[in-house]
């Protein structure tokens, strides 16, 4: 009922139902009633529902439910009682309208200072002085105010997405938006204050020049043409602004995350936190499962201990007695859920499929191979007949059935870890089947030339016993201690769970690009390092540590039994291997990683987990792995990056997009910041010497535009190589901007500044062309300033290929094939260029050029090319006056970001960006959400998912990583009460007593929960079968 009432769902009647009467449709019940019941919750609602029906059983009769079966599949009824009580699910929001979102944009302080002055210049160009026509009409600032209000609704649409985003807890702000962030600011402060200084030196210089040194009188009719003088000048500033502030960072982020996981998707990374894409790129340590991860999940029993014989691989089945055959086949059969099966293979020639849990599918297939069915067995046998069935779980490490026999008596089938169960066998079957007396001394050896050589060969044992009881001595069966015991062993199984092939080279490769790869799992210590050794995690002659779940928390912890940072910090740099773990054993270590500040940089951390109890640990980690096949549904949800192959070297490939995200981040900066830099100096120095700038707003906006969206469009799309593999991760402190890019940026900012500045005072002189330079206010575009402009932009496109490489390499086209987009873009924008320049006339300030003109434009746009071999040939190391840019945030700044997990974050740079009020900035901490074709293919993939075998299932015998030993569990404190089935055990009302005893039927409940409970009060009244409130939600 608390759930229930969590989950915020409302019921939404017709009106008219509304005014009915109190018990209308023949309903013993309101809407108005139910509706606050439902807003009650744990003790209270019981409590309302004891006071005003009676029981639950009298609020099901008045609703003509019933509490066990629910509503009757009846058509008319269901829709009767949808028009009393309305539909059952929570109304869409409307979304706001295109011209709402162009509205909340047009608020931004920047393009209200460009309406503004489009305003007043349109209306002043509307004003002839004496003498002169007024045919001219000053578009500039018109364009510039069409132009980019659409831009900036796009990040009014990306806030409407973002607040749609579901109800996922916060993390720490992701490291590259927050080094974006910073730096952005900085450049718009910069670009702020060199747009003041423009407009003051260009008001000052014409006040100067006009009224002292030509000593002219200030006349009323020449008011508007001096008005005319500083709203140009006004509108120089702005475009300088325009230019400087990095509005295209954002968009930047977004294409290049939202590229990258959509071809994540391709392998097999469905990533559901776009953030998680660009951690994984810095990535240090990757806490990994072993079972379908590392290894195939296709489990088979290779090796045997059967009546005193150990055999290496499967025994004829003319070698066993008949009595351990039948023995066998029953305890395997029985004891194992009847969901798991072997199905033939669908293609000829392929393997037997496995279905369901894949410890008992090897079980299952060692019967097969033993020339036995089980299916007979399950069919003389249904599951409707157990007695008694005990589930497995981490604490008893085993699984029993009991059923009973013929004479009335009890057989209980038992299997488990081999040296956990062996320790309750005191009996053996030998060569005859018969019993013989199996003392500790007998264990001690069994465990020594059977078990340990087993996990040495990477297998994991099992063991399976029985034990009869005659119907005289019928046991207390609550007392599971005291039935599961006194065992007789049948046999002690090895079952194989191959490497994946392609494993071992993963993991070269992120001990390579110095990633940590640790085991975490539940299997023997000997068997772990076994996988471990053939997946290549541990080398000989290394100095590592292995682990048992056991010896780790005996090492972290102090006198008291509590985790010491210190302790753990000793711990965990050589730790490579943590077997029989518990997930709150994996929680500590991931914890304690993060926690730790013993290296020079925070370690970033992956983890991987697919049961419910990894969803602490999925959460802790700054990128969560969920197993998109064998999951649950609760890890899926705790995860950021779901692996729908389970497989190892998928993280891999992840790691290598997280790299290219940032990679591809640094190139756009790169190129974008080159142009940053020209553009301004050229408009500043050219306006203050020439009263004009030589590039025009409208044309400073097509270049925004082209270093902007083009760029981030192009520049965000290049494909991963395995180069990014063969480099140490860049850490949280890397900055943004390197040396060897600011040594790119300044070079490339010489050579076109070179250029421009001699193209603007001996240009003219050079084509034999008009001087374009003092031109009259509303005088015809002039081809001086055009080939200025056309120039300008074609050493940007081919500076746009210099900008894909940024550590130095000299081949600048290696793979520009491989990436149609970037080609597609900058040959777009060479075609627009030219009908921009021929055709774009006086709004685009452009006067046609001929093909020598071109020519000379192209000439110069390749000497980029040229150039950027001379800048690669000097050496950064030399350039001690080059300084790195885009540092992250310091260390003051992370205190604050590091909060607890679903506490809000105040994020300092959103506050700095408040006081500036740039609507475009505010994409950068809004990136999860702004591409809704994630969310998308989110929801797709998740339908086509296959979904893993029921986790309720009686019969559930769980694999690693939850077959675990965890003797310190009553020592450990669950992690914010998560731990849901040991709470569900200790506060469950008892079952029921059925005349079976079997408690199959506990199963058969329908549990209605919310995403994100955590309160152990909600946990009792929502999740225990048994309660009446479970029984209200059900028949509901």
Same mark, same amino acid.
């Given at each position: ?355 369901? $849990? ?122 599971? $201690? ?122 970033? +951390? ?95 906006? @097509? ?70 330079? $003092? ?80 020519? @000379? ?9 040229? @150039? ?51 609507? @475009? ?76 005893? $079997? ?32 029984? +209200?939600?059900?028949?509901?």
């Amino acid at each position: 009922m608390g759930d229930v009432a969590n989950s915020s769902i409302e019921f939404h009647p017709k009106p008219q139902q509304q005014r009915e009467a109190p018990h209308a449709g023949g309903f013993g019940c309101t809407l108005a009633e139910l509706r606050s019941l439902m807003e009650l919750r744990g003790a209270e609602a019981l409590q309302k529902v004891q006071e005003t029906y009676g029981d639950v059983g009298g609020l099901c009769r008045r609703l003509k439910t019933s509490p066990t079966e629910g509503l009757a599949d009846n058509t008319n009824d269901l829709e009767k009682r949808r028009q009393i009580y309305g539909q059952n699910f929570i109304p869409p929001k409307q979304p706001k309208t295109f011209l709402q979102l162009v509205w909340e944009a047009l608020q931004d302080v920047t393009l209200i200072i460009l309406e503004v002055a489009a305003i007043v210049s349109l209306g002043l160009s509307f004003y002839a002085p004496p003498g002169e026509e007024s045919d001219a009409k000053k578009q500039d600032g018109a364009v510039a105010m069409e132009m980019q209000p659409l831009k900036s609704a796009e990040g009014g649409e990306m806030e409407e997405r973002e607040r749609k985003k579901a109800n996922v807890p916060k993390k720490e702000k992701s490291v590259l938006q927050g080094k974006l962030t910073k730096l952005a600011v900085q450049i718009g402060k910069a670009g702020l204050v060199m747009s003041a200084i423009t407009v003051i030196i260009l008001v000052l210089y014409f006040v100067i020049e006009t009224f002292v040194v030509d000593g002219r009188a200030w006349l009323a009719e020449c008011t508007p043409v001096y008005v005319q003088y500083f709203v140009k000048f006004f509108i120089i500033g702005v475009t300088v602004l325009v230019v400087a502030v990095p509005e295209g960072l954002p968009l930047a982020v977004t294409i290049s995350l939202a590229y990258s996981v959509k071809k994540m998707m391709r392998d097999n990374n469905l990533v559901r936190h776009l953030d998680a894409c660009e951690t994984m790129g810095n990535a240090t340590a990757i806490c990994s499962d072993k079972t379908g991860t590392l290894t195939t999940n296709r489990m088979t029993v290779v090796q045997s201990y059967l009546g005193d014989t150990h055999y290496k691989e499967v025994p004829a089945p003319s070698a066993l007695t008949p009595k351990i055959l039948d023995l066998l086949v029953h305890a395997i059969s029985i004891n194992s859920a009847y969901t798991t099966k072997i199905l033939p293979p669908e293609k000829e020639g392929a393997l037997p499929r496995q279905v369901g $849990n894949k410890t008992e599918c090897a079980l299952l297939g060692f019967v097969l191979d033993l020339k036995q069915d089980f299916q007979p067995v399950r069919e003389q046998i249904p599951e409707d007949k157990l007695y008694k069935v005990y589930t497995f779980n981490s604490v008893r490490k085993s699984m029993s059935t009991v059923i009973r026999m013929p004479d009335s008596g009890f057989r209980l089938f038992s299997k488990g870890a081999s040296e956990i169960l062996l320790k309750k066998c005191t009996n053996i079957l030998n060569s005859n089947g018969e019993l013989r007396s199996f003392r500790p001394r007998d264990r001690d050896d069994m465990v020594k030339k059977i078990i340990e050589p087993m996990a040495c060969d990477g297998l994991r044992t099992i063991c399976i016993a029985y034990r009869d009881f005659s119907a005289a001595q019928e046991p207390d069966w609550d007392n599971e $201690n005291e039935v599961v015991g006194d065992l007789t062993c049948i046999a002690v199984v090895g079952i194989e769970d191959p490497v994946r092939p392609e494993v071992p080279e993963a993991i070269r490769k992120c001990q390579r690009a110095g990633i940590t790869v640790r085991m975490v799992t539940g299997d023997n210590i000997n068997t772990a390092r076994a996988i471990a050794a053939k997946c290549g995690i541990i080398q000989p002659g290394e100095d590592f540590l292995c682990l048992e779940g056991k010896e780790f928390n005996r090492r972290i912890r102090n006198e008291k039994g509590e985790i010491e940072q210190e302790r753990l910090d000793k711990v965990w740099p050589k730790l490579r291997v943590l077997a029989r773990s518990s997930p709150t054993d994996k929680h500590t270590l991931v914890k304690g990683i993060i926690d730790s500040s013993t290296g020079e940089q925070r370690q970033v +951390v992956a983890v991987t987990g697919d049961g419910t109890n990894d969803g602490p640990a999925l959460k802790k980690a700054d990128v969560g792995f969920a197993m998109g096949i064998a999951g649950t549904d609760v890890a899926k949800e705790a995860s950021d990056i779901i692996l729908t192959d389970d497989n190892f070297t998928s993280i891999v490939k992840a790691v290598m997009w997280g790299r290219n995200v940032y990679d591809s981040i640094s190139k756009f900066l790169q190129f974008q910041l080159t142009v940053n830099v020209v553009a301004v100096i050229v408009a500043f120095t050219g306006a203050c010497i020439t009263q004009d700038s030589p590039l025009k707003a409208v044309q400073m906006l @097509w270049v925004n535009l082209i270093m902007d969206t083009f760029a981030s469009l192009a520049l965000a799309t290049e494909p991963p190589t395995e180069s990014l593999l063969l480099r140490k991760p860049y850490g949280r402190d890397k900055p943004l901007i390197s040396r060897t890019m600011m040594k790119n940026i300044l070079g490339h900012a010489v050579y076109q500044l070179t250029i421009i500045f001699t193209l603007l005072f001996v240009g003219e002189l050079f084509f034999d062309i008009d001087s374009g330079r $003092n031109a009259p206010l509303h005088s015809p575009p002039s081809e001086h300033y055009t080939i200025i402009f056309n120039t300008f932009v074609m050493m940007q496109l081919f500076n746009e290929i210099n900008a894909r490489k940024i550590h130095g390499e000299r081949n600048v086209f290696h793979g520009i094939f491989g990436n149609p987009i970037f080609c597609t873009i900058v040959l777009g924008t060479f075609a627009i260029q030219i009908v921009i320049v021929q055709f774009g006339g006086k709004p685009f300030s452009c006067s046609p050029l001929s093909t020598e003109q071109w020519l @000379w434009c192209l000439f110069v746009g390749v000497g980029e090319l040229v @150039w950027g071999q001379v800048i690669a040939t000097i050496p950064t190391s030399q350039l001690k006056c080059l300084k790195e840019a885009g540092h992250g945030p310091g260390k003051d700044e992370m205190t604050d970001e590091e909060l607890a997990e679903g506490e809000e974050e105040i994020d300092h740079a959103e506050r700095e960006l408040r006081r500036g009020q740039i609507l @475009w900035f505010r994409g950068l901490n809004r990136i999860q959400t702004q591409i809704r074709v994630v969310k998308a293919f989110r929801s797709s993939l998740y339908e086509g998912l296959e979904k893993p075998e029921s986790k309720t299932s009686i019969h559930n015998f769980m694999a690693t990583p939850e077959f675990l030993i965890n003797d310190y569990t009553h020592n450990i404190p669950l992690i914010d009460d998560t731990d849901v089935d040991e709470n569900e055990e200790r506060l469950r009302a008892p079952p029921p007593p059925s005349p079976n005893q $079997n408690n199959n039927a506990i199963d058969s409940g329908v549990y209605l929960t919310t995403r994100g409970t955590k309160s152990a009060t909600s946990s009792v009244f929502s999740s225990g079968p048994a309660s009446p409130l479970h029984s +209200v939600e059900t028949s509901l």
